[in-house]
């Protein structure tokens, strides 16, 4: 996020160095922070997803820092810290954004609604997609990094401290001025564009103190918490011009505290009469400073450690966040694990967001509330039942952002507990290897399922538990075909005896007619679970949304609506480059329940791998831990471009006499590469019906488990003429 209004007084204290300075030299990268930096499609918001082109840039960015002889390690985020003031505000601000771009741009006004996607994208309320993408990334160029236990630029700090200098130089933002640091990096300047030799921008702490008048540094770290930041909300007086004509800059921070004696305390007694300030904002700033000072590490030894532990206060977990076991923070440390459940857990509350449009959508709300509520649930169990008993009495409450007074609170003793029924998968690579092949290795979802479906097979995958003493799990490939064995017992794929069930034969009829990659597989597993949830339709989820189709009969329409939403499981071909082409709100809404769930499958099989650990059912004695995470299924989750690329196909199609006409067909292919330039049109569109027949493979396999099974019928005759 970084310091409210600190570009003011950055522009005054910025130096810039030329990049030979550094050689040879450890720079520390708070992760948000580089994040934040990166050159990100100007349509992101627009399309839901991951950014397409956000890998190369990732790579481009490492290559050139590498090159000019740094030695670089990222530092990214771990558990929330403390409670949230307001967890919806971010989110709800974007959300508003999209609604006004998307006005714009379906009023044709394309150039003013880009500029406000952008600005949407850089207020992005989750990192989460972000984050896994740039681990990923660095796994790949062998640069090292960790997943602070909380903070990241506490973590960095200590980093920086240690007695050994773990690094040289951090790569930051100003809130690090509050964590105690001297000076930090701001800026790398290494691209083509860039001046003729590479630089760098740093700020040093003491010329902030000479341009604000030689203020003491408290004063100074004083002046960036009330500004507002990632640390605290900005002070209330500084954002009102009727109260504090000054506006909020440092300097007005700095002039408002001084005017005070230097204490914060006087100052919230001054303006005591706001009520966002009285009996509210000093606990909140006493709670940040406590948190800034008493925060979590990890030590050397991989040991978690507060913070000048001898003077932390009895009740320092109220602002840190409760504490959880230590081999829990090593798996978040090596990126094994996220850190969504583990929150969850810990802070007692489950936040449901705004997404970037469709939250006001009944099929959205029902699904968020009440469909993925047991999937949660079930997670949180799975996690929290290996642990110490406190954890099984914990309650937990989930809040939604469309619906203030809900509070779906739950113990966990209520939660029936999936750890018995799940204790039979530990099936070893011998067993394994005898079904494997070059086109079905273990961890896809397609050797999971299909391996099933035969019974002899299946029935001596019953394993029990092993004995203490005996030899755990230990390849790769074992934790993969488990643990994804696992989820779809947990989905109702598989039964108790590891027989598939009426929607395992669904599922299994469904992959067998997909593609073989493993972004093609996850489109197929996430349509039958959606159809389970009575989401693969073409009713009308999103009143009054524009980009649903528009021409030809109402037959044409909905067949049209049908096979786009379908698409929307997929993945575009596209280049690594940003997107640029038609959008579609009404497709995006329907990326954001697609989204839910593909997150809420994530959470599963990450808890079912999270548990194998803690149970001791896998060798721990391992260094492959991103390889683990990279391995299972749903690590990345794509946009609605493919969908909104074969709505505009099938719906320009119908505006033709003869939409059937192969040279129609011909045409529209042609003109659809130039509606989206940097895609591979044709074969993009070839892998949307391909994932429309595996879908509908499994339609016909589901007989009276599937409504209007008729409908999907002449849907598929009415597509066959438009391929």
């Known amino acids: 996020m970084g310091v409210l209004s600190f570009e003011a007084l950055a522009s005054k204290v910025t130096k810039s160095f030329d990049l030979k300075f550094l050689e040879g030299s450890v720079i520390g990268f708070d992760a948000a922070y580089f994040l934040g930096t990166i050159p990100k499609d100007f349509l992101l918001s627009a399309l839901g997803g991951s950014p397409l082109g956000l890998e190369s840039t990732i790579s481009d960015t490492i290559t050139g820092l590498q090159a000019a002889g740094l030695t670089l390690h990222f530092v990214f985020d771990g558990l929330d810290c403390g409670a949230k003031n307001d967890p919806f505000a971010s989110s709800t601000h974007r959300a508003q954004l999209n609604h006004n771009a998307f006005t714009l741009y379906e009023t044709n006004h394309a150039e003013q609604a880009i500029q406000i996607f952008k600005t949407a994208d850089n207020t992005n309320a989750d990192f989460t997609a972000f984050s896994e993408i740039l681990k990923k990334t660095l796994h790949e160029h062998r640069v090292p990094f960790t997943v602070a236990p909380y903070s990241a630029l506490a973590q960095l700090v200590s980093y920086e401290r240690h007695p050994s200098q773990f690094v040289d130089a951090i790569f930051g933002p100003p809130e690090l001025f509050c964590f105690g640091v001297d000076r930090l990096i701001t800026k790398f300047e290494t691209h083509p564009a860039a001046p003729k030799h590479p630089s760098f921008l740093w700020i040093d702490k003491q010329d902030c103190l000479a341009e604000l008048g030689n203020v003491p540094n408290h004063i100074f770290i004083d002046a960036l918490m009330l500004a507002g930041s990632s640390l605290l909300d900005t002070f209330p007086p500084l954002l009102s011009l009727a109260t504090y004509r000054k506006g909020n800059t440092i300097r007005s921070a700095v002039d408002i505290i001084l005017s005070c004696n230097g204490s914060v305390s006087r100052v919230c007694a001054q303006y005591a009469s706001e009520p966002a300030v009285k009996g509210v904002y000093l606990d909140q700033y006493k709670m940040a400073t406590t948190r800034i000072r008493h925060q979590a590490v990890l030590t050397a030894e991989g040991d978690v450690e507060t913070s000048d532990k001898e003077h932390a206060p009895d009740d320092a977990h109220v602002c840190i966040g409760l504490r959880l076991p230590d081999e829990l923070y090593m798996y978040l440390s090596r990126a094994m694990l996220r850190p969504r459940v583990p929150n969850w857990l810990a802070s007692g509350n489950i936040y449901v967001i705004e997404p970037l449009t469709g939250g006001d959508g009944r099929s959205y709300q029902d699904l968020v509330r009440t469909q993925l509520e047991p999937l949660r649930r079930q997670a949180l169990s799975l996690l929290s039942e290996p642990m110490h008993r406190y954890y099984h009495g914990r309650d937990i409450t989930t809040k939604l952002w469309f619906d203030p007074n809900y509070e779906g609170k739950f113990n966990m003793k209520e939660v029936t507990s999936p750890r018995g029924s799940l204790s039979k998968w530990n099936v070893k690579n011998d067993l394994i290897a005898g079904v494997t092949t070059e086109h079905l290795p273990p961890g896809t979802l397609s050797f999971a399922v299909l391996s099933l479906a035969h019974p002899e097979f299946a029935a001596r995958t019953v394993t029990p538990k092993p004995k203490a003493g005996s030899e755990p799990l230990k390849y790769r490939n074992e934790i993969f075909a488990n643990a994804v064995w696992r989820l779809l017992q ?198 949307a019906l391909q994932l429309w027949d595996a879908v509908y493979a499994g339609v016909k396999a589901a007989g009276a488990e599937v409504k209007d099974t008729k409908m999907w019928g002449e849907v598929n005759a009415w597509l066959s003429e438009r391929r």
């Open 490 to 687: 947990l989905r109702g794929y598989v039964n108790e005896q590891h027989q598939l069930t009426a929607w395992g034969k669904i599922l299994e009829a469904a992959l067998s007619a997909s593609g073989t990659r493993k972004d093609q597989e996850e489109a197929v597993f996430l349509a039958v679970e959606l159809m389970r949830f009575g989401l693969v339709s073409p009713d009308t989820m999103f009143v009054g949304y524009d980009g649903a189709p528009k021409n030809g009969s109402d037959i044409d329409r909905r067949n049209c609506m049908l096979v786009s939403r379908v698409a929307c499981f997929g993945k575009i071909r596209h280049q690594s480059k940003g997107y640029s082409g038609p959008l579609s709100r009404h497709l995006l809404a329907y990326q954001s329940i697609v989204s839910n769930v593909h997150a809420s499958l994530r959470d599963l099989v990450e808890m079912n791998l999270a548990a194998m650990f803690l149970e001791g059912l896998v060798d721990r004695d391992r260094d492959d831990w991103v390889d683990i995470s990279l391995g299972l299924p749903f690590y990345q989750e794509h946009s609605c471009a493919l969908g909104v690329l074969t709505i505009n196909y099938l719906d320009d199609l119908c505006a033709y006499p003869d939409p059937n006409s192969a040279d129609v067909r011909n045409e529209v292919r042609t003109k659809g590469q130039n509606w989206i330039q940097k895609s591979d049109f044709n074969g993009s569109l070839d892998d």
